[in-house]
């Protein structure tokens, strides 16, 4: 069992930048892969960036490819997202999500971050 607990949303101005935390309990977190997802009011939850569990391997969704960093610390139990050059369409609820298979579905989820980018 994993739970996970984000922090470090907020309201941050277009340009501007935030660094979003996943903060995972239990000692098997090193054994998930980790991703971050989103979803704007309105719309489907989509995926934002994805991490092995030993941290290679970063792969984002194009439209953050460039401005968007994930990375995680094991020792810590968290992963990370720094999130630069922010846009308006950036605006969402962030969720971590950790899985214990690689290209399986993710088994547990967080209460979500929500980032707010004025224009």
């Known amino acids: 069992q994993v739970q996970l607990v984000e922090s470090g949303g907020g309201l941050v101005q277009a340009g501007g930048s935030l660094k979003l935390s996943c903060s995972a309990s239990?000692?098997?977190?090193?054994?998930?892969?980790m991703g971050w997802f989103r979803q704007a009011p309105g719309k489907e939850r989509e995926f934002v960036a994805r991490?092995?569990?030993?941290?290679?391997?970063?792969y984002y969704a194009d439209s953050v490819k460039g401005r968007f960093t994930i990375s995680r610390d094991n020792a810590k139990n968290t992963v990370y997202l720094q999130m630069n050059s922010l846009k308006p369409e950036d605006t969402a609820v962030y969720y971590c999500?950790?899985?214990?298979?690689?290209?399986?579905?993710?088994?547990?989820w967080g209460q979500g971050t929500q980032v707010t980018v004025s224009s």
């Open positions: 999500a950790a899985r214990s298979t690689p290209g399986g579905a993710y088994d547990y």
């Open positions: 239990g000692r098997t977190f090193s054994r998930y892969a």
């Open positions: 991490i092995t569990w030993s941290g290679g391997s970063p």
